[in-house]
């Protein structure tokens, strides 16, 4: 299986540009409002995410998430992102290139949220729409997947409008709010047409 990996491991990601939008690894000088973003939007979150640690808007958390996002970063197999709006700097949401596999999969999932006050702006399909031809490029992935739970349209409508195509339902595919739930599953190819 070594023949399929790539003969270096990729570049570490910097900024990727997106319409109105920039993506970057996040630092622990963005932790202040990182968790002032995502403490307010917690109940807007919380449907559809894993519960939260007690201590998960602490710096020592913050701080050791940073350091598994490094990690897995090394080691090829993660890719962690801040989104934020281009305008004025602003923190708006986080987009996670996950599950890293190589060989002969040479695929990844994506995972993502966003802030509250920005959400249904057109902010986590721009950084989507950035994403996807950095993970097909400068990743080298032929393979990008998605999961979401059936009753979350606005997620739906977002894979869907970038060029994502449903390919199956998993039963109790992820613990999500505490409790086993059914998604969707979506894939986008590299070879695939772009959306409109």
């Known amino acids: 299986m070594a023949f399929f990996r790539t003969a270096s491991l990729p570049e570490p990601a910097g900024i990727i540009e997106g319409k109105g939008v920039f993506l970057r690894p996040p630092t622990m000088a963005d932790f202040d409002e990182w ?25 020592g958390a913050f701080r050791r998430r940073l350091r598994r996002y ?32 190589r060989g002969v999969a040479q695929a990844g999932s994506i995972g993502y949220w966003m802030g509250a006050p920005f959400a249904r702006r057109g902010f986590m399909s721009a950084a989507v729409r950035a994403l996807v031809p950095h993970a097909f ?22 894979l869907e409008s ?11 595919y992820l613990c999500i709010n505490g409790l086993w739930q059914d998604h969707l599953l979506y894939a986008r190819l590299k070879d695939d047409p772009p959306p409109d």
Not at 85 to 100: I, M, P, Y
Not at 143 to 153: G, M
Request: hydrophobic share 40%; charged share 25%.
């Open 35 to 59: 968790a002032a973003l995502r403490e307010q939007s917690r109940a807007f979150l919380t449907p559809w995410e894993p519960t939260w640690p007690m201590d998960d808007l602490t710096r």
């Open 70 to 101: 490094a990690e897995d970063q090394r080691a090829d197999q993660s890719y962690a992102f801040l989104i934020f709006r281009s305008a004025d700097r602003a923190l708006v949401g986080g987009l996670t290139l996950a599950n890293v596999r």
């Open 137 to 158: 490029s400068a990743l080298r992935l032929h393979r990008l997947e998605a999961a979401c739970i059936p009753t979350n349209t606005a997620s739906m409508r977002l």
């Open 162 to 172: 970038c060029g994502f195509q449903r390919e199956g339902y998993a039963r109790r």
